[in-house]
């Protein structure tokens, strides 16, 4: 447990990562997914010395509720993931682009 974590956030990531691990993820995937679901909570919070754009906009890990898990509804990287990525990468035109064309552009199609 990271000492920045409190009682509540620890207890917070092991069931969520107990869950992923009775969803049948790897071990490995199950500790990434807890600690990044606590870390984007903090991050929220306003609890670490830095944060994305991406962790503090849009909706908490509880209110998504697995919607970009691949249970339906939209799937994949939010069109921000892709434009970060693009950006990241150099593609000239990607402030217009949607997020399918960004996808396309990446080759995430």
């Known amino acids: 447990m990271p000492k920045e974590w409190t009682a509540k ?4 990531y092991e069931h969520i990562k107990d869950s992923a691990r009775k ?4 071990a490995e995937r199950a500790k990434e997914i807890g600690a990044r679901t606590v870390n984007k909570i903090r991050a929220r919070a306003g609890q670490t010395k830095t944060a994305s754009p991406t962790s503090i906009k849009g ?4 209110q998504r509720g697995g ?5 339906g509804g939209p799937k994949g990287l939010t069109r921000d993931q892709l434009y ?5 990468r150099n593609i000239k035109g990607r402030s217009t682009m949607t997020k399918a064309e960004l996808a396309e552009a990446l080759g995430k199609d």
């Open 67 to 71: 919607q970009r898990s691949g249970h």
């Open 84 to 88: 970060n990525e693009a950006r990241q």
């Open 59 to 62: 909706k908490s890990p509880q």
């Open 9 to 12: 956030q620890e207890r917070e």
């Open 23 to 26: 969803r049948g993820a790897s």
